[in-house]
Every structure is written in C-alpha cells, then in structure tokens.
C-alpha cells in the first residue's frame, strides 16, 4: 500500500491568492494538504504562520512544507529559526531542484509579489520531485545540523 504523500502550507495575507493556488495544484497531485493559514486577506504578521508550518515540518508531522507572503524572504528567516529545519526562497528552477539536491530544505518559501501562479506550480514540481543526493553535500548538510544542534544545547 502506498503511503499517502502529505504537505503543510501556509501563507500570510499577501500571500493567500498564491497559497490556495497551490493548495489545489497540490491536491490535484494527490497530496494530503494541511492548509495552516492564512483563510482571508485580513493583516497578519508572517512569523505567525510561518513558525507554525515551520514547528509541524521539524517535528516529523510533515515531511515538507510551503510558505508563502510578498516576498519568500520574512517566511524563510522565520522558518530557518526553527532547529532542524532548512528553508529556502525558491524563484527559479535551478534553486527549485537545488534546494532539495543539495541542502535537503524541507520547505520552500515563495513570494506572492514576485512569483506568478504558474511559475510557482511548475517549481513545486521540481522541487518535489527531487531527491538529496548527499555526495558531497552530505557534510556540509551534517555541518548545518551540527549548527543547528550546538545553539539547541546553548539555550536549553
């Protein structure tokens, strides 16, 4: 039996349009989508949603994630701040297949204001569909969690 493909998602105000576009892109390939915001175009600050695609994405809950606001930039920064999880604004497709090849990235971050509908569905595409080929990014992905886990143990 196949295991059902999951992904989380979530957007601020000005990214809802480009979010609930690749909601149903991502249904229609079979995904299991959990939409973790935003639901309308009222102001709300990304670190809101974006730490929680961020949380659900390193605690296992979903292998991947999708964040989306004006720009991709504030999402990423936001997630990247969660241990264990690597997140990388994608607007072309050489990064697209790249943040996974090399830097494993568990999610993407796109902005609305920058990446049309189309573009952002063929590069959640690539990025989906590509693998860590650890080689020689293995250890320079390892470096990045060794990062990750020496200020984990500093806070605590």
């Given at each position: 039996?196949?295991?059902?493909k999951?992904?989380?998602?979530?957007?601020?105000?000005?990214?809802?349009?480009?979010?609930?576009t690749?909601?149903?892109?991502?249904?229609?390939?079979?995904y299991e989508?959990?939409?973790?915001?935003?639901?309308?175009?009222?102001p709300v600050?990304?670190?809101?949603?974006?730490?929680?695609v961020?949380?659900?994405?390193?605690?296992?809950?979903?292998?991947?994630?999708?964040?989306?606001?004006?720009?991709g930039?504030?999402?990423?920064?936001?997630?990247?701040?969660?241990?264990?999880?690597?997140?990388?604004?994608?607007?072309?497709?050489?990064?697209?297949?790249?943040?996974?090849?090399?830097?494993?990235?568990?999610?993407i971050?796109?902005?609305?204001?920058?990446?049309?509908?189309?573009?952002?569905?063929?590069?959640?595409?690539?990025?989906?569909?590509?693998?860590?080929?650890?080689?020689?990014?293995?250890?320079?992905?390892?470096?990045?969690?060794?990062?990750?886990?020496?200020?984990?143990?500093?806070?605590?």
């Amino acid at each position: 039996m196949t295991e059902k493909k999951s992904i989380a998602i979530g957007a601020d105000h000005l990214g809802l349009e480009l979010k609930n576009t690749l909601v149903e892109h991502l249904k229609a390939k079979g995904y299991e989508v959990k939409d973790m915001g935003v639901v309308d175009s009222n102001p709300v600050d990304y670190p809101d949603i974006g730490v929680k695609v961020a949380e659900a994405v390193g605690r296992g809950d979903y292998p991947r994630g999708i964040l989306v606001c004006g720009t991709g930039a504030g999402m990423a920064i936001t997630a990247n701040k969660v241990p264990g999880v690597r997140a990388v604004p994608v607007m072309d497709p050489y990064t697209a297949e790249r943040a996974m090849a090399s830097n494993n990235a568990q999610i993407i971050t796109f902005g609305q204001l920058i990446v049309g509908p189309a573009v952002a569905k063929m590069l959640t595409d690539i990025w989906l569909n590509a693998e860590f080929q650890g080689g020689r990014s293995a250890p320079k992905v390892a470096k990045m969690d060794a990062i990750d886990e020496k200020y984990r143990k500093a806070v605590k």
